[in-house]
T-cell receptor, first 111, second 113 residues
Framework: GESVGLHLPTLSVQEGDNSIINCAYS??????FIWYKQESGKGPQFIID?????DKRQGQRVTVLLNKTVKHLSLQIAATQPGDSAVYFC??????????FGKGTTLSVSS | NAGVTQTPKFRVLKTGQSMTLLCAQD?????MYWYRQDPGMGLRLIHY???????AKGEVPDGYNVSRLKKQNFLLGLESAAPSQTSVYFC????????????FGPGTRLTVT
């Protein structure tokens, strides 16, 4: 079946730096993408989403970029804080199907 | 508004025992899901439901059964637990199957010995 993958399982950054978490997807028919954040011992929490008719979407301190040509999705976190330390998952969806999650990237932020 | 709740939070079973995990949501969502999360594997969909009285298989349905007798509840059953079912189980709900975020519960950590 189709799958969503992340380029790196771990990412370490310094507090105040910008973080970029990448995700590659294989299903060109996917039309909706979501980023989730999962803190230790908790369930995933929605961060931001983007539809396939968009290239970029911004939230508070976060930006998601979608490159459909190379089937690549990225999450940018500005001015990373210790509270951003978590596992980040991308997920893809085709209309009428359930979300498919990637394996996750662990972001560690040091002070 | 409690969102999505799961009971129990922790459980230890012996091989061959059965149990039921309960998920409840108070957001009037039509869609509910059960996932399992294993180290390095991300979230894998077990079963899902598109409405009261309906269920469908996900990516890894074997060894599990589900029921959706009430809109707000989604039950996950293990009839004969196996060590391979040791995992963290998450329930989620959403307004729609596509194009909408899923809200997750806090998870149930299950150990099968």
């Amino acid at each position: 079946g189709e799958s969503v993958g992340l380029h790196l399982p771990t990412l370490s950054v310094q507090e105040g730096d910008n973080s970029i978490i990448n995700c590659a997807y294989s299903n060109s028919a996917s039309d909706y993408f979501i980023w989730y954040k999962q803190e230790s011992g908790k369930g995933p929490q929605f961060i931001i989403d983007i539809r396939s008719n968009m290239d970029k979407r911004q939230g508070q301190r976060v930006t998601v970029l979608l490159n459909k040509t190379v089937k690549h999705l990225s999450l940018q976190i500005a001015a990373t804080q210790p509270g951003d330390s978590a596992v980040y998952f991308c997920a893809e969806n085709q209309a009428g199907t359930a979300l498919i999650f990637g394996k996750g990237t662990t972001l560690s932020v040091s002070s | 508004n409690a969102g999505v709740t799961q009971t129990p939070k922790f459980r230890v079973l012996k091989t061959g025992q059965s149990m039921t995990l309960l998920c409840a949501q108070d957001m009037n969502h039509e869609y509910m899901y059960w996932y399992r999360q294993d180290p390095g594997m991300g979230l894998r969909l077990i079963h899902y439901s598109v409405g009261e009285g309906t269920t469908a298989k996900g990516e890894v349905p074997d060894g599990y059964n589900v029921s959706r007798l009430k809109k707000q509840n989604f039950l996950l059953g293990l009839e004969s637990a196996a060590p391979s079912q040791t995992s963290v189980y998450f329930c989620a709900s959403s307004y729609s199957l596509a194009d909408y975020e899923q809200y997750f519960g806090p998870g149930t950590r299950l150990t099968v010995t």
